[in-house]
């Protein structure tokens, strides 16, 4: 299994932009990373997945080295509603069928500031 | 569609007792997770499924069972219920085509005296 290693907590400002390190020496060459956002009292929910290199969407990005060895998710702009748990997944289900276990780490919580 | 529904939201329970948390999704979803969180802490796993009639161990199993007879249940069986089991289960599932994302339900709180 490929752990995973984040921040324990961050803070920032309204308007600021954010960026959340995890560590993950151990991905495996058919592992995707994938990141989540928990609010109190919900499960988590699906933020960005990237391969390699960088990936956009409407609420993220994320950037990974050619090593693949960590990734930063990068929230732009952010506001208070985006205090939160924010959790790095490394790993995907197999193309034969198994499902390698997909495992959180601890995650970092992100509290923004007015 | 409802997408992860879990049941029952809530459950009381006495030391010794037993008790099934049902997992439903309507999502045609081939893989299903159950997870536990306990105050301030992340997601553990504990059963995971990657279709009907099959179950795997996850992280943390022990005093747990689970079961995956239809393809769009996962439940999820404690046998004699300890206070170390108090905690908030979550359930979640996957499709089994390219990467996907886990769709959550909303959480069950167990509480065992």
């Known amino acids: 299994l490929a752990k995973t290693t984040q921040p324990i907590s961050m803070d920032s400002y309204e308007g600021q932009e954010v960026n959340i390190t995890c560590s993950h020496n151990?991905?495996?060459?058919?592992?995707?990373i994938t990141w989540y956002q928990q609010f109190p009292s919900q499960g988590p929910r699906f933020i960005i997945q990237?391969?390699?290199t960088k990936v956009t969407n409407e609420v993220a990005s994320l950037f990974i080295p050619a090593d693949r060895k960590s990734s930063t998710l990068s929230l732009p702009r952010v506001s208070l509603s985006d205090t939160a748990v924010y959790y790095c997944l490394v790993g995907v289900p197999l193309s034969s069928g198994s499902a390698r276990q997909l495992t959180f780490g601890s995650g970092t919580q992100l509290t923004v500031l007015p | 569609n409802a997408g992860v529904t879990q049941t029952p939201k809530f459950r009381v329970l006495k030391t010794g007792q037993s008790m099934t948390l049902l997992c439903a999704q309507d999502m045609n979803h081939e893989y299903m997770y159950w997870y536990r969180q306990d105050p301030g802490m992340g997601l553990r796993l504990i059963h995971y499924?990657?279709?009907?009639?099959?179950?795997a161990k996850g992280e943390v199993p022990d005093g747990y069972n689970v079961s995956r007879l239809k393809k769009q249940n996962f439940l999820l069986g404690l046998e004699s219920a300890a206070p170390s089991q108090t905690s908030v289960y979550f359930c979640a599932s996957k499709d089994r085509s390219g990467t996907g994302e886990l769709f959550f339900g909303e959480g069950s709180r167990l509480t065992v005296l």
């Open positions: 990237g391969y390699k």
């Open positions: 151990n991905i495996a060459t058919n592992d995707y």
């Open positions: 499924s990657v279709g009907e009639g099959t179950t």
